[in-house]
């Protein structure tokens, strides 16, 4: 892929073009796949494949993972033969009598006695925090295997997600309880959700005459205690911007048929269009996130080949 400098300096410019070009795995003839494209849907694999040389970004595209950069550098320590940063990891796997070599790289790998403990740096926003992430947990899961060839004396394996919130203040935790206070609702019959929150119940009782005269025989005002909500949110919350998740760990033998399935499926299903997940909704990462929406034939019928 080519990218289009646009405003910004020489400098930042060519490392984004210097790291775009780097591979840190070992060349094979094999086909290969990083994990993340393996978890993802086909389309955008194959289509990087065959267009990679005509498809150009703009190179704000990538300005992003500086973020992600600063926070890696940031959760780093001194590398030891202990605890291993950034490793790159790759395995070769078999599926139909082919040859296929899966990479992937772990932010941190450190050494415990007989346990394993493997972290991926993520970052996200607050109210994502508790959004279920299966992929997160499929990647972690795919670098222990990765990893377990070289590392067979250890038995146990720890994984875990070390998130860094992005909107986290030390007041994130009062502002979220301040959408719960203790109040007066005003509830027409019928209704899943309030017509109205009020302070007090003499607001509420004015409310109530400012609605149409058939709203009004339907309202109700009805006191909510909603401590019980508060108490769960501050559970939520966590007390820094760093937060760390543990994954559960699959069996050898569950990871390594997902890996094998996916491979076929890459392989059989090359031009197998996107599906829309509830956390994406509306094509949000189709049209603002995927790299290759410029030769795209959903995209294209979808009118999204001009955002990025």
Known sequence: MKFEQGNLPDALYAKIVKDEGENPYQE???????????????LPVTLKEEYGDEI???????????FGTVLHKMCEGEETDLKKYELPLSRVFTVDDVDYQLNGTVDELELDGNEV???????????????????????????????????????VYKLRIRYFIKDWTSGSLQKELDKYPDDFAVW???????KKSCKTMEEAALFIPTLSAKLQAR??????????????????IPDSPIH??????????????FIKGRIKFHVENPYKTCEVSERWSNDVRCR???DVV???????QQGYNNVI
């Not at 027409?188 to 309030?194: D, F, S, T, Y």
């Not at 309202?219 to 939520?236: H, L, M, T």
């Open 294 to 300: 410029s030769v795209c034939p959903y995209a294209d």
């Open 56 to 66: 150009t970004l703009p190179a704000t595209s990538r300005t992003s993972m500086f």
């Open 117 to 155: 403990i493997l972290t991926d740096n993520k970052t996200c926003l607050l109210r994502n925090l508790g959004y279920p992430k299966p992929e997160y947990d499929l990647q972690l899961n795919i670098y222990k295997h990765l990893a377990s060839r070289q590392l067979d004396q250890h038995s």
């Open 244 to 257: 760390i998740v543990d994954v559960p760990v699959m069996t050898p033998e569950d990871i390594e048929a």
């Open 188 to 194: 027409l019959e019928g209704n899943k959700v309030a």
């Open 28 to 42: 094979t003839d094999l086909r290969s796949f990083r994990t993340t494209q393996l978890i993802g849907p086909p």
């Open 219 to 236: 309202a109700s005002i009805v006191p909510r205690d909603r401590s019980a909500k508060r108490a769960e949110i501050a559970k939520s």
């Open 288 to 290: 603002h996130f995927c």
